[in-house]
């Protein structure tokens, strides 16, 4: 099995910065694209930011220009750095990995727990 783990989350006011991480673990052969979601209260779970293993990234319209999605291969991490924050952007956000468990397993995805991102007015 694959364990993600999210942290870097918390209380931040408008404008501010905040580097969320995620550190998978586990039975991995391979990695595919891994990325961020958020589910703001009362809200479904909506895309953040997604990356694929050859670095190549997409944006929810309402994060270009403010969130960064970067990956680690070999360390098996994946961050988002989001700046001028908004309180709209308040939500719990969710790590995901596309990976292979093995050379003859498909790809499956794997969740985080998620950590919760707080952004007063």
């Known amino acids: 099995q694959v364990q993600l783990v999210e942290s870097g989350g918390g209380l931040v006011q408008a404008g501010g910065s905040l580097k969320l991480s995620c550190a998978a673990s586990g039975s991995i052969f391979s990695v595919n694209t891994v990325g961020w979601y958020r589910q703001a209260p009362g809200k479904e779970r909506e895309l953040v930011a997604t990356i694929t293993s050859g670095g190549s990234t997409n944006y929810a319209e309402s994060g270009k220009g403010r969130f960064t999605i970067t990956r680690d291969n070999s360390q098996n991490t994946v961050a988002l750095q989001m700046n001028s924050l908004k309180p709209e952007d308040t939500g719990v956000y969710y790590c995901?990995?596309?990976?292979?468990?093995?050379?003859?397993?498909?790809?499956?995805?794997?969740w985080g727990k998620g950590t919760l991102v707080t952004v007063s007015s």
């Open positions: 995901y990995y596309n990976v292979k468990t093995t050379s003859w397993s498909p790809n499956s995805k794997y």
